[in-house]
T-cell receptor
C-alpha cells in the first residue's frame, strides 16, 4: 500500500514569491494534517481536515498561508508571499479516522532566500 | 496547552546496549500517545501507538509504556543497532481536541558500531 506522498521534496524560492506543496494521503484516510517542522523542533500543526472540511486551522497564518482539500482527497498548501522565516519542512500526514494512528509523508523542505 | 518534553535531547550508546527514551506531558487527559522515528531529511515513521487505557505496547525490540497519572511515557529499545540511529519523537493527543498532536522536540539517538 502506498504511503502518504508529498511533492516536491525540496523547493528553493526567493522571498516574496509564491510556493505550493501537494499531498496525496493514504487511500481511504479521512483525516489529513499539515505540519510545520523547524530545525531541531517537533512538528507543529498548521491545519487539519476531516474529509474536505478544515476543522482546525487556528494555527495557520491566514494572511499568507492557504490550504484546500478538494473532494476530501488530495490537499494543497500555499504560501504567498513567502518570507525568510518560512524556511522549514512541511509535513503532511493522514489517519483513517479520528484518533487512529497517523502516517506521515517524507515532507517538503522549503528554503526561502 | 499541552507541553511535551523529551529527555535526553541527545543520546549516544554503543551497539548492543538497551536504552530508554523518556517523554513527559503536562495534561494527563490524553486520548493516546504515539512514538515516531525520524531519519535525517525524512518524514516521520510511526513506531507504536498507545491508547489512554493501555499501559504498554510492544513491537519487536521496541516497548513503549504509558503512565497517564504521572504524565510519562518511555520507549525502551532492546539490543540497540546502528540502524536505530535517528531522532525519536513522542506525540500526544488530548481528549476532546479532536485529533491534534502535540509533539516533543525529540531525542537524537546515535548507536555506535
Amino acid at each position: 500500500e502506498a504511503g502518504v506522498v508529498q511533492s516536491p521534496r525540496y523547493k528553493i524560492i526567493e522571498k516574496k514569491q509564491p510556493v505550493a506543496f501537494w499531498c496525496n494521503p493514504i487511500s481511504g484516510h479521512n483525516t489529513l494534517y499539515w505540519y510545520l517542522q523547524n530545525l531541531g523542533q517537533g512538528p507543529e500543526l498548521l491545519i487539519r481536515y476531516e474529509n474536505e472540511e478544515a476543522v482546525d486551522d487556528s494555527q495557520l497564518p491566514k494572511d499568507r498561508f492557504s490550504a484546500e482539500r478538494l473532494k476530501g482527497v488530495d490537499s494543497t498548501l500555499k504560501i504567498q508571499p513567502a518570507e525568510l522565516g518560512d524556511s522549514a519542512v512541511y509535513l503532511c500526514a493522514s489517519s483513517p479516522v479520528t484518533g487512529a494512528k497517523a502516517f506521515f509523508g517524507q515532507g517538503t523542505r522549503l528554503t526561502v532566500v | 496547552k499541552q507541553e511535551v518534553t523529551q529527555i535526553p535531547a541527545a543520546l549516544s550508546v554503543p551497539e548492543g546496549e538497551n536504552l530508554v527514551l523518556n517523554c513527559s506531558f503536562t495534561d494527563s487527559a490524553i486520548y493516546n500517545l504515539q512514538w515516531f522515528r525520524q531519519d535525517p531529511g525524512k518524514g516521520l515513521t510511526s513506531l507504536l501507538l498507545i491508547q489512554s487505557s493501555q499501559r504498554e505496547q510492544t513491537s519487536g525490540r521496541l516497548n513503549a509504556s504509558l503512565d497517564k497519572s504521572s504524565g510519562r511515557s518511555t520507549l525502551y529499545i532492546a539490543a540497540s543497532q546502528p540502524g536505530d540511529s535517528a531522532t525519536y519523537l513522542c506525540a500526544v493527543r488530548l481528549e476532546g481536541t479532536g485529533n491534534q498532536f502535540y509533539f516533543g522536540t525529540g531525542t537524537s539517538l546515535t548507536v555506535i558500531p
